[in-house]
């Protein structure tokens, strides 16, 4: 017998011991994620979730948001589920069809679409969610895997390395920061890169404030001297660290390299700070040209497809988003 159980119904420790046991697991379905999502006043957080025998079998966290400004507003609005749906390993497809069924229905007349990103292999399930009304939607990853004893730095391209080094003769150091200053000079370099490189909305500075007070969130800057050059931005779980922001002022110094020091500040806070693996949470359309996951590639990860379910909703407000406002990549 599967129900469905509202946010007020769910314990902490089934939830816990779901994210525990489950093969699909990561921080962005954590309660802990929840908890963070309700302190962002930009964005509106949700939990779906379904028991089965009394036993939590299943649950969704994510967020709805939309740009501002009326029109903007109107043509962005959309449910972001990062990581995926949380399963537990011996789900029954009932159980599934049951939670997506509600996913769908509550949101339908909240949002233009809903984006689940996967972070696992959820081939196993994709017929569940086709039927449900989810299409499969091609999305590259990369994954370092992150082994004891291994030099996981050997695995960095010549390119790479040779960057590196000349950064490090430089004098570029890196270290992890919570002081505002920091927090804002990287900040600044991540508007300049979201708006006129990349052409894509971003995150209030309130979300990059509150996520370094976190025992979870890690910046990671690059700076010359007094001056920050770039940045990373992770969120870990003690067994993956997420990329989940990076930037740098690239070309700015000669022989400097911010955008691959902060790269490599990541990948050696993951390494010494007992994680089995790096996420760089990210590397565009197999089908599409993406100077990103270039960038990612030269760092030695695992090239993974897992891919996203996408449900729209409107299917004329989400055409026009996807062509006028760039809003269907939104991290």
Same mark, same amino acid.
């Given at each position: 017998? +599967?129900?469905?159980? #509202?946010?007020?119904?769910?314990?902490?420790?089934?939830?816990? /011991?779901?994210?525990?046991?489950?093969?699909?697991?990561?921080?962005? #379905? @954590?309660? &802990? +994620?929840?908890?963070?999502? =309700?302190?962002?006043?930009?964005?509106?957080?949700?939990?779906?979730?379904?028991?089965?025998?009394?036993?939590? =079998?299943?649950?969704?966290?994510?967020?709805?948001?939309?740009?501002?400004?009326?029109?903007?507003?109107?043509? %962005?609005?959309?449910?972001?589920?990062?990581?995926?749906?949380?399963?537990?390993? &011996?789900? @029954?497809?009932?159980?599934?069809?049951?939670?997506? %069924?509600?996913?769908?229905?509550?949101?339908?007349?909240?949002?233009?679409?809903?984006?689940?990103?996967?972070?696992?292999?959820?081939? /196993?399930?994709k017929y569940t969610f086709q039927k449900a009304g989810f299409?499969?939607?091609?999305?590259?990853?990369? #994954?370092?895997?992150?082994?004891?004893?291994?030099?996981?730095?050997?695995?960095?391209?010549?390119?790479?390395?040779?960057?590196?080094?000349?950064?490090? /003769?430089?004098?570029?150091?890196?270290?992890?920061?919570?002081?505002?200053? &920091?927090?804002?000079?990287?900040?600044?370099?991540?508007?300049?890169?979201?708006?006129?490189?990349?052409?894509?909305?971003?995150?209030?500075?309130?979300?990059?404030?509150?996520?370094?007070?976190? /025992?979870?969130?890690?910046?990671?800057?690059?700076? @010359?001297?007094?001056?920050?050059?770039?940045?990373?931005? +992770?969120?870990?779980?003690?067994?993956?660290?997420?990329?989940?922001?990076?930037?740098?002022?690239?070309?700015? #110094?000669? $022989?400097?390299?911010?955008?691959?020091?902060?790269?490599?500040?990541?990948?050696?806070?993951a390494v010494n700070n007992g *994680?089995?693996?790096?996420?760089?949470?990210?590397?565009?359309?197999?089908?599409? $040209? *993406?100077?990103?996951?270039?960038?990612?590639?030269?760092?030695?990860?695992?090239?993974?497809?897992?891919?996203?379910?996408?449900?729209?909703?409107?299917?004329?407000?989400?055409?026009?988003? =996807?062509?006028?406002? =760039?809003?269907?990549?939104?991290?």
């Open positions: 017998m +599967c129900k469905l159980l #509202q946010i007020n119904k769910l314990t902490k420790n089934s939830w816990d /011991a779901l994210l525990g046991l489950s093969s699909v697991a990561t921080w962005f #379905q @954590s309660y &802990d +994620c929840y908890c963070f999502y =309700k302190e962002l006043s930009f964005l509106s957080p949700f939990v779906y979730a379904v028991e089965e025998k009394g036993e939590l =079998k299943a649950l969704v966290c994510g967020y709805l948001i939309a740009e501002e400004g009326f029109v903007k507003r109107f043509f %962005s609005r959309r449910a972001i589920i990062p990581g995926g749906v949380l399963l537990a390993n &011996d789900i @029954s497809e009932e159980a599934l069809e049951l939670l997506l %069924s509600e996913l769908r229905s509550d949101l339908q007349r909240k949002t233009i679409y809903i984006e689940l990103r996967n972070l696992h292999d959820y081939s /196993a399930y299409e499969y939607q091609s999305h590259l990853n990369y #994954q370092l895997s992150i082994d004891n004893g291994v030099d996981v730095f050997s695995n960095f391209s010549e390119n790479r390395k040779r960057q590196i080094k000349q950064s490090l /003769a430089e004098g570029i150091v890196c270290e992890k920061t919570d002081r505002m200053d &920091d927090v804002r000079a990287f900040y600044s370099i991540l508007q300049h890169t979201y708006s006129k490189k990349l052409k894509l909305p971003l995150f209030p500075f309130e979300f990059f404030e509150t996520i370094v007070s976190k /025992a979870y969130g890690s910046l990671l800057v690059v700076k @010359s001297e007094d001056k920050i050059l770039g940045g990373i931005l +992770c969120v870990g779980d003690g067994n993956v660290l997420y990329e989940w922001f990076v930037c740098g002022d690239d070309g700015e #110094q000669p $022989k400097v390299y911010p955008s691959v020091m902060a790269t490599r500040a990541g990948i050696e806070y *994680y089995r693996m790096f996420d760089f949470l990210g590397a565009g359309k197999p089908d599409r $040209k *993406y100077g990103v996951r270039d960038f990612k590639a030269r760092f030695g990860g695992k090239l993974v497809e897992h891919g996203r379910f996408l449900y729209i909703c409107d299917n004329i407000k989400y055409t026009i988003g =996807k062509v006028y406002l =760039k809003c269907i990549t939104f991290l």
